[in-house]
């Protein structure tokens, strides 16, 4: 259901190219022989964004280089590896980088052609987050994998005399989860986005800023992107989306969710607007539960599963409302703030404002729930019904 592991595919350079981005804070270091000639030279710049972090106020991690190589296959010791070195390393609260703002990691040449792997290495002793409920800084363990730099498999083109930008995704929500009380883990989810910023925006009303409002782009119930409106405007943008049709999910507490399904993003320079400043989305008004239980996983295994609360409109999209990680020593879990009353819902169309109405077919406080894990078979319970009271037992079993 969601990537729970940090190899994941790049994008194709006609994706990721094509954007002049501001590269500051950072040099390069090549293996780019002195006697190559500058004719066979391009330049690679990366830049990280984000995704919310879902009950936290900072998630910091500490930048100290980007690798890449022409071979995925490429261990961290092999030669032929070329970094761009954040000198001092860069510290960088990942929920600054919401609704498409970059972070520029640096740039640096590179002989033209095609590259096959990234890795994105961070500083474990400046990792820490600050929980909303806790309010104090906390570290991050960061495991000495990750240290060793985050592999990217994919592959995209360097071009002779040509600027090329890949922007890493560094997804905090599913990136940050508990291992018992009072500690956190990191378990990275990164995935290298276009660079042109398109995608889907609109606001929601200041009435709801706040409540933790939360705003994803789906298909086929599977989150693509996250973002939280502006805390003062309440302006969202789900940014660097691929073209094709999404499902659109609001959330806040104490509130129903609102679904716009169908939204189109025409090409990677269009930007669909759901919304205006004078016509915002508002969310009706609604009490709230929660889902609980427990993960196993046999064979055990250090990954990170992930349980989401799904609901499915007829004639229509299946949706996640919400999702959370499972705690890595216990598999305990809590969805909590989930609408008890049924989603409003309305197709996508060119004529604003959308025609909310409340979904029929989407039962009130009934779910699906999903548990997921790499490597694991995903299992599902239907019917959750928080209608009348929350439910903590919905316990999963994942086998390979």
Not at 106 to 116: I, P, V, W
Not at 327 to 349: C, E, H, K, R, W
Request: charged share 10%.
């Amino acid at each position: 259901m969601f990537e729970t592991t940090p190899r994941l595919a790049l994008l194709g350079a006609t994706a990721i190219s094509a954007a002049v981005l501001s590269a500051c804070g950072g040099g390069g270091g090549s293996d780019v022989p002195a006697t190559t000639p500058i004719s066979t030279l391009g330049t690679l710049a990366v830049s990280m964004t984000d995704a919310p972090a879902c009950g936290f106020d900072a998630v910091n991690v500490t930048v100290s280089k980007v690798r890449v190589h022409r071979s995925e296959g490429a261990s961290e010791l092999d030669a032929g590896w070329t970094d761009i070195t954040l000198s001092p390393a860069k510290k960088i609260n990942l929920l600054n980088l919401t609704n498409g703002v970059l972070e520029a990691l640096g740039q640096t040449s590179l002989e033209a052609g095609r590259y096959t792997q990234l890795r994105l290495v961070l500083d474990g002793n400046g990792s820490s987050v600050v929980p909303t409920a806790g309010k104090t800084e906390q570290p991050l363990e960061t495991p000495s994998a990750v240290r060793s730099g985050i592999k990217l498999v994919g592959n995209f083109e360097v071009t002779a005399g040509q600027r090329t930008d890949v922007v890493l995704d560094f997804d905090a929500c599913k990136s940050v989860v508990t291992r018992g009380r009072n500690s956190y883990a990191l378990k990275p989810v990164v995935k290298v986005v276009p660079a042109t910023l398109n995608g889907i925006s609109g606001f929601v009303s200041t009435a709801l800023l706040g409540r933790s409002v939360q705003v994803s782009a789906q298909q086929n119930g599977q989150v693509v992107s996250a973002t939280t409106p502006n805390p003062t405007t309440g302006e969202f943008v789900l940014s660097r989306l691929a073209p094709g049709n999404y499902d659109v999910v609001i959330t806040a507490n104490d509130s129903a969710a609102s679904v716009v399904a169908s939204v189109p993003v025409a090409s990677t320079s269009s930007t669909t607007v759901l919304s205006t400043s004078s016509a915002p989305i508002l969310l009706a008004p609604g009490n709230t539960g929660s889902i609980g239980g427990t993960v196993t996983m046999s064979p055990a295994s250090t990954e990170a599963a992930y349980v989401s609360a799904k609901q499915s409109f007829a004639a229509g999209p299946t949706v996640t409302i919400k999702y959370q990680g499972a705690d890595l020593a216990t598999g305990a879990y809590t969805i909590a703030n989930l609408p008890v009353a049924a989603p409003q819902f309305a197709m996508y169309s060119t004529t604003l404002p959308l025609a909310f109405s409340a979904s029929t077919a989407a039962a009130s406080g009934k779910y699906r729930v999903e548990a997921a894990a790499a490597g694991y078979v995903t299992k599902s319970v239907d019917n959750v019904d928080i209608g009348s009271a929350n439910q903590s037992s919905v316990n999963f079993a994942l086998t390979r």
